[in-house]
């Protein structure tokens, strides 16, 4: 077997996209991503903001990969919120000057909206429900 020829054909073949992207938690102005890790050889991740209305892609990040983990998460922060975001998460490969940086020929996509800047989580609403009651009740004893 001929292992540079091997070496050769891995390297000229575009990184699969990533799989099982989804968004494990968004707030109204950031978002965490979570993916699967694709089983082809790639260096790390690009991600992509598509703008809803024309699909413009405007580049978020260019995350090297950190470990050999098939499940990689990550945040983007700094969103407006209440928008709805298209975000596109694709897979590269750098062979360090052989040949020209490969990048996946398809890319994960997720959608998702943001929350309202004025809306409280139900936890922090309890929380201030308990503190009025509390001191409802010590200043009326």
Known sequence: MNLNRLSSYFILI???APSGLF??????VSVSLTLTSPSSPHDGYELYKLDPTDNHRAL????????NGM???????GL???????????TFLNAEGSFPMQRSEENATV???????GVQSPESTMLLISLLAYLATVLLI
């Not at 209440?82 to 694709?90: F, K, Q």
């Open 14 to 16: 575009c990184p699969e």
């Open 23 to 28: 968004v494990s938690s968004v707030t109204h």
């Open 60 to 67: 978020v990040s260019n995350l090297t990969r950190e470990n």
């Open 71 to 77: 499940i990689y998460e990550t945040d983007i922060v």
């Open 80 to 90: 407006v919120p209440a928008t709805l975001y298209n975000v596109e998460v694709g």
């Open 111 to 117: 959608t998702f909206m943001t929350g309202n800047a």
